[in-house]
């Protein structure tokens, strides 16, 4: 297990040199939560967090949330995506199950912002999530999980239950050193706005809604 400080060595996270770079105490409306940063050396604006709750056991079965970025969502409240009620609720039971958060900064399921409002742009004109980012000639889901398993093992985590509906954040544990042991659904009831997308990611995409 890296040592704090130590480089997390990811070969398909994108970010191979991560390293815990700060932490503090952040009171939130949920409790407190430590949130330590993780980025490369160059990179000081967009390092992935973990928000880990102060009673944290790692040799436990924890609860784990892996949230990809979602500005529109999770800052702004946007009803287009489940994101910012998935975040919201992620807060919620990682606070009461004395469980993590991990925060990935893959915005617009990697795509980044300024892609994801030209995605936007395309579903309004008719096109669904996924057509919209191969139209923009960009993959349907750009995102790796690696960094985040490397983010759970400087915690001395290797086991946990994983808040989720996507099948692939499952399958990204593969063999390696964290285990899942159950998957806890986090369901979004859906809304008149995202009635579509949640659609698109049941049909489409494989996620496991109701
Ligand atoms: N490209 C694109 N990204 C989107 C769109 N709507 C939401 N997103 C992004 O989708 C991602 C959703 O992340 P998560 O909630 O962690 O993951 P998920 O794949 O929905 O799976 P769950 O764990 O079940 O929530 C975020 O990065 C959002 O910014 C969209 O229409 N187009």
């Not at 409306?29 to 000081?44: R, T």
């Not at 995102?143 to 490397?150: K, L, N």
Request: glycine share 10%.
């Amino acid at each position: 297990m890296p040592e704090h400080g130590d480089p997390i060595l990811l070969p398909s996270s994108g970010l191979s040199d991560a390293t815990r770079r700060a932490e503090a105490l952040i009171p939130t409306p949920y409790g407190e939560f430590q949130m330590i940063a993780y980025a490369g050396e160059a990179e000081d604006y967009t390092p992935h967090l973990a928000l880990v709750h102060p009673e944290m056991d790692p040799a436990s079965d924890v609860v784990v949330r892996l949230h990809s970025e979602c500005i529109t969502g999770d800052l702004f409240g946007s009803k287009r995506c489940d994101c910012g009620e998935q975040l919201d609720r992620a807060l919620r039971m990682t606070a009461a199950a004395k469980g993590v958060v991990v925060y990935l900064r893959q915005e617009g399921r990697g795509i980044g912002i300024i892609n994801k409002l030209k995605a936007y742009q395309l579903q309004d004109q008719g096109m669904d999530t996924i057509q919209a980012n191969l139209h923009l000639g960009l993959d349907i889901d750009a995102r790796h999980y690696g960094v985040a398993q490397g983010i759970l093992t400087d915690l001395g985590i290797s086991r946990i239950q994983l808040l989720t509906n996507n099948p692939e954040k499952v399958d990204s544990f593969g063999d390696g050193p964290i285990r899942v042991v159950r998957r806890l659904p986090i369901i979004v009831s859906p809304g008149k706005e995202n009635r579509n997308y949640l659609r698109t990611k049941q049909l489409d995409m494989g996620h496991w809604l109701k």
